[in-house]
Antibody
Framework: QVQLQESGPGLVKPSETLSLTCAVS??????????WGWIRQPPGKGLEWIGT???????WDNPSLKGRVTMSLDTSQNQFSLKVTSLTAADTAIYFC???????????????WGQGALVTVSS | EIVMTQSPATLSVSPGERATLSCRAS??????LAWYQHKPGQAPRLLIY???TRATGIPARFSGSGSETEFTLTISSLQSEDFAVYYC??????????FGGGTKVEIK
């Protein structure tokens, strides 16, 4: 069974950059065939899509994040990463990584998720 | 952006009873609708995709139906492990991919 595990700092200061990594096991991300993505859940709220990208490096991100997101793949480590810049308290959330299935390349949904990593933005 | 609205926010159900969860889209999403189950501290789990197709390993008591803007997730006979929060997600028109606000299924 495919497993994903997020890692990163639990506490980040306002205006700084968040960096998270998602380690993938039981599936080689260099195999292709899937996209990869990030979703977050602010405290007491629902799920918010952050972004999705594929192996050639095409990315799609949520316009609400105003271009603050960068995603990348590290096939040598079988992991992928997320960076979010210019953090504010509103970015405090549980961050989930996920594998993305896209039948036909156009219809993405999330078939495997990590357990999530809590990130608090505070000075 | 397609807005997804789930109802009710909380559903109180006794074990063994049927649970019916609703998800409405602000515009048509065709059949491009998925459902997820999420328990605190755990990874969310894909239950249903394509409106009605169960994901691998999902028990038959979970079923999805609907089309266009109105969708339903039905759990035919609630088991103890089914008490969780359920989210719908549209993947018809994106970016952005959007989720509903969730329905918490709790023990009555």
């Amino acid at each position: 069974q495919v497993q994903l595990q997020e890692s990163g700092p639990g506490l980040v200061k306002p205006s700084e950059t968040l960096s998270l990594t998602c380690a993938v096991s039981s599936y080689s991300i260099s195999s292709g065939g899937y996209y990869w993505g990030w979703i977050r859940q602010p405290p007491g709220k629902g799920l918010e899509w952050i972004g999705t990208f594929n192996h050639p490096g095409i990315t799609w991100d949520n316009p609400s994040l105003k271009g603050r997101v960068t995603m990348s793949l590290d096939t040598s480590q079988n992991q992928f990463s997320l960076k979010v810049t210019s953090l504010t308290a509103a970015d405090t959330a549980i961050y989930f990584c996920a594998r993305v299935t896209t039948p036909g390349g156009d219809w993405p949904y999330f078939d495997y998720w990590g357990q999530g990593a809590l990130v608090t933005v505070s000075s | 952006e397609i807005v997804m609205t789930q109802s009710p926010a909380t559903l109180s159900v006794s074990p063994g009873e049927r649970a019916t969860l609703s998800c409405r889209a602000s515009q048509s999403v065709s059949s491009h609708l998925a459902w997820y189950q999420h328990k605190p501290g755990q990874a969310p789990r894909l239950l249903i995709y394509g409106t009605s197709t169960r994901a691998t390993g999902i028990p038959a008591r979970f079923s999805g139906s609907g089309s266009e803007t109105e969708f339903t997730l039905t759990i035919s006979s609630l088991q103890s492990e089914d008490f969780a929060v359920y989210y719908c997600q549209q993947y018809h028109r994106w970016p952005p991919l959007t989720f509903g606000g969730g329905t918490k299924v709790e023990i009555k």
